[in-house]
């Protein structure tokens, strides 16, 4: 059973930097892609970051060039590395995997950005 465990959130005041982690209970290695979706109080679940296996990613507008979304296949993790983080990125951040045809979620990690 895949299992996606996240962390790295936290309470961080504006301009701060955060780096979620999630960690994958199985190989990685052909998950494409992997994920960082996020969802804030009232509203719909929106998709921040993707990565395909060979380093390819996607980036949300509201986060390109302060976001980066890396994997590492051989600890099964993947990570998001947050600088100039924004009250407006307050949400629970969540890890996803598409591993054979099947999309796996985390439970989620929640960053909050206050002064």
């Known amino acids: 059973q895949v299992q996606l465990v996240e962390s790295g959130g936290g309470l961080v005041q504006p301009g701060g930097s955060l780096r979620l982690s999630c960690a994958a209970s199985?190989?990685?290695?052909?998950?494409?892609?992997m994920g960082w979706y996020r969802q804030a109080a009232g509203k719909e679940r929106e998709l921040v970051a993707r990565?395909?296996?060979?380093?390819?990613?996607n980036y949300a507008d509201s986060v390109k060039g302060r976001f980066t979304i890396s994997r590492e296949n051989a600890k099964n993790t993947l990570y998001l590395q947050m600088n100039s983080l924004k009250p407006e990125d307050t949400a629970v951040y969540y890890c996803?995997?598409?591993?054979?045809?099947?999309?796996?979620w985390g439970k989620g990690t929640l960053v909050t950005v206050s002064s």
């Open positions: 996803t995997a598409s591993i054979l045809g099947m999309d796996h």
């Open positions: 199985v190989n990685i290695f052909s998950a494409n892609p």
């Open positions: 990565i395909s296996p060979l380093g390819n990613t």
